[in-house]
């Protein structure tokens, strides 16, 4: 476990000149009966997935004048147990890890780091080398294994133009990547998660970089307007991903509370997780936000049948599992 002075640390991080040309990934494959093909092929770094079953984490969105600690800690009681995983969002100019995901870390959690992003041209070309720099050598000096999901999502209409055409997209991840590389921060496992919704229909699978620049494949699973089960979403990003053996995290799931059966739901998640043994983990969107003047709850909390839904998937032995 790093100690609390690991934030002045990491906050004196400076980047220096990064080398030009690409890096060499070094692949291994670590045994999975469970997986496709009877293994998982992985790049080094980041956390090994579990043997058998998944690992249960979530974003937990703090009240007003609270912080993202007690926030998860709150959640916590309420679900009966400590989670594996903390999901924590950073915009692209973020100087992270912050304070708080530190103290995550001390407590032996796993981080799971939202990454937005910036012009994607502007990244391949270099123009932003001085702030990727630094964020690869404050994660180095993190020293323990973390999960890094840059621009999730890349698939959704809306943000085609930031993210521009699927070969930008690759261009952009591969240049983060050598970065990383090149300073030596080896801790990061690298998450591709496009959203599942149409996932074939959005083009998901021309924006994936390649079996070499990705350690867990994932997506982010919503009912939407139509109420979809889990399923149905997830459906053409699973089959898709069956051809890739890499281990899989549900990056976000939820149902909004308007949903009249946002507990099934959940239940329903459940099932098809325990079905699916390359989904290797497992992270609830606990959120109340508002889109487009549609206000959008999917928090547990405060709920009764949709947090005894999340309670038994919690306590279920297949989401608890030991972490290397």
Known sequence: ?????????????????????????????????????????TVAGGPKPPATGAWLGAWVKPAPRTTRVSAVSTFEQAIGRPLDIVHVYHPWADAFPTASDVQFVQQ?????????????????SGAQDKQITDRALALKSLGTPVLLRWRWEMNRKNLASAVGSPAQYIAAWKHIRSIFTTVGTTNVGWVWCPIATDFNATDGPAYYPGDNQVDWLCTDVYPGPTKASFASVAAEFMTWAAQHH????????????????????????????????QIKAMVYFDADRVEKGVDRNFQLEGTAAPLQAFQQL??????NQPRA
């Open 1 to 41: 476990m790093v100690a609390i002075a690991a934030t002045v640390a990491l906050a004196a991080c400076t980047s220096g000149s990064v080398p030009s040309g690409s890096a060499t990934y070094r692949s291994t494959q670590s045994a999975s009966p469970t997986g496709p093909g009877g293994s998982y092929t």
């Open 108 to 124: 032996g959690k796993i981080l799971l780091i939202s990454w937005a992003s910036t012009d994607v041209a502007g990244i391949a």
């Open 246 to 277: 890499k281990p899989i995290i549900i990056g976000e799931f939820g149902a909004e509370s308007s949903n009249p059966d946002q507990a099934g739901w959940i239940a329903g998640a459940q099932s098809y997780a325990m079905s699916n043994p």
């Open 314 to 319: 919690a306590t279920n032995p297949y989401f």
